[in-house]
């Protein structure tokens, strides 16, 4: 599968901010979906993840609450809906796939198959 994340840009402290994942070749229904993001002068971190089905979901514990995760599997799409952004917000966002039957995990190497990430930047 391949992916291409979209919908980053420049937004102030406590705005919101929605960026996508779209699949293409294999139906993105057949894998989890995960987000993970890397600061300047940071490793990949995880933020997020959503089943196939889109009935469970896994944040990291500085986001919860703010981001939410969603999936829209007619659209070969997934989504990061992020509420009440700060400036540690700041860093390129990438989406992820990993086959379904594997399971959920937050280890950027448990993940196959990246998109090219969206620039997320946050201004105080």
């Known amino acids: 599968v391949q992916l291409q994340a979209s919908g980053g840009g420049l937004v102030e402290a406590g705005d919101s901010l929605r960026v996508s994942c779209t699949g293409s070749g294999p139906p993105l229904s057949s894998y989890i979906v995960g987000w993970f993001r890397e600061a300047p002068g940071k490793e990949r971190e995880f933020v997020a993840a959503i089943t196939s089905s889109g009935d469970s979901a896994r944040y990291r514990e500085t986001v919860k609450g703010r981001f939410f995760v969603s999936r829209d599997n007619a659209m070969n799409t997934g989504h990061l809906q992020m509420n009440g952004l700060k400036p540690d917000d700041t860093a390129i966002y990438y989406c992820?796939?990993?086959?379904?039957?594997?399971?959920?995990?937050?280890?950027?190497?448990?993940?196959?198959?990246w998109g090219k990430g969206t620039q997320v930047t946050v201004s105080s």
């Open positions: 992820a796939a990993r086959r379904a039957y594997l399971g959920m995990t937050s280890m950027a190497s448990g993940y196959d198959y």
